[in-house]
Every structure is written in C-alpha cells, then in structure tokens.
C-alpha cells in the first residue's frame, strides 16, 4: 500500500499524559498536512511542512502541541497534558505540491480518546 | 461565520433517484474548490474538483458560482454505494483547505 499511513489507529489516554502520533506520507511528496476532527464536523487545518520546514501552525494548535518533521519524510504530532477536548480523529494528508497538481490525500487518522 | 457552509441533510433518497445539494463560502479569494467524499469512520477521499465552467465525471456534476460564492454536486441515478458525507472544500491559498461539515446522503433499496 503506497497511500499515507497513521500509526496508532487508535489511542485512549488519561487526562493529563502525552502522546505522540506517526505520519508516513506517500512517497516523494514534499507536502505534509496535519488536520483535526471531530463528530459532526469536518476537518480542521492544524499545521502544514514543506519539505522539513513548518510554514503555518493555526491558532488551534496550541502551545501543547508540537508537529515535526525532521528529515522531510514521516511526521510526528505530539499532544502534552493532554485534555478531553483535545479527544478528536487526527488525521494526516501529504501532497506533491504545486508542480504536480496538489491534490492532497488523507490517511486513515488516528483516533484520540481522553478520558 | 464559517468558511464553508453545507446543509447537513440528511437526503434520504431512493435508488435511481437525483440528488443535488450546494455550500456556500465566505473568502471571495477562494482559489480552487472540490467536493471530497468521507465514508463513515474512514478519511476524507477526493470526489472531484470543482471548475468554473462546470463539470461531469460519470453520474456527478459540480458547478460552480463564484459570483454568489456556491458550489453545488448533483448525483444522478444514485447507488447505493453513494451513501456517505460529501464534504465541500475549498482552498484560499496555496496549501490550505477550508472543509464544510458534511452533507450527509443516504441510498435506500
């Protein structure tokens, strides 16, 4: 399978813990996006890299979270003290960029849970 | 006011019937626009693209009225595979997309 990836699929954590998801993006795209959702609604912009460097964090991301992605490939979103309202399916998207059409494709989320 | 705004539905349509349902957006900036569709539990996937002068692909048509800031999808013949959200996107620069909560559409035998 060569679409992007989301390690865990699932993840139920107690108030108050970090954690810490892995996104794999397809192959050779340099554009890596991370988006929040929750029921009812549909995806919130979180972040964007190109290549390595984060060229936008919105105003939802908070000072608790923190995205990386340090060699260019896979990226990780990371959650300190975590809260309930942060329980939501955190899902990735990569894309080639804007010589190769741009599309972006999502991988299947990880679904936090805080209890 | 939301960048995207769907009906939320639900249609609930018979086999074979049409469906047509729209959204509207607040930036006049917009750039491009698509219809991405989200099974349940499952990651958004892209639908098609939006263009100015209208377009088909196979039973979908989309159209878009960027004079009132409308983008509207019309399903004919529906499937019962056609059942899902259909998620109205449009981005507002180079990378960025805007979602809408969802028109959800559901196919009855």
């Known amino acids: 399978d060569t679409g992007v990836s989301q390690n865990p699929r699932h993840k139920i954590t107690k108030r108050g813990q970090n954690v810490t998801f892995r996104c794999d993006p397809i192959s050779e795209h340099n554009r890596l996006y991370w988006y929040r959702q929750t029921l009812g609604q549909g995806p919130e912009f979180l972040t964007y890299f190109q290549n390595e460097a984060q060229l936008e964090k919105s105003r939802l991301l908070s000072d608790r979270f923190s995205a990386e992605r340090p060699k260019g490939s896979f990226s990780t979103l990371e959650i300190q003290r975590t809260e309930q309202g942060d329980s939501a399916m955190y899902l990735c998207?990569?894309?080639?960029?804007?010589?190769?059409?741009?599309?972006?494709?999502f991988g299947p989320g990880t679904r936090l849970t805080v209890l | 006011r939301k960048e995207v705004e769907q009906d939320p539905g639900p249609f609930n349509v018979p086999e074979g019937a049409t469906v047509a349902f729209n959204c509207t957006y607040s930036?006049?900036?917009?750039?491009?626009f698509f219809w991405y569709r989200q099974d349940c539990r499952k990651e958004p996937k892209l639908l098609m693209s939006v263009y100015s002068s209208g377009n088909e692909d196979g039973r979908f048509t989309a159209q878009l009225n960027r004079a009132s800031q409308y983008i509207s999808l019309l399903i004919r013949d529906s499937k019962l595979s056609d059942s899902a959200t259909y998620l109205c996107v449009v981005r507002s620069n180079d990378y960025k997309l805007s979602f809408g909560a969802g028109t959800t559409v559901t196919v009855r035998a």
């Open positions: 998207a990569s894309s080639p960029g804007a010589s190769g059409g741009d599309t972006q494709y």
């Open positions: 930036n006049s900036a917009s750039q491009s």
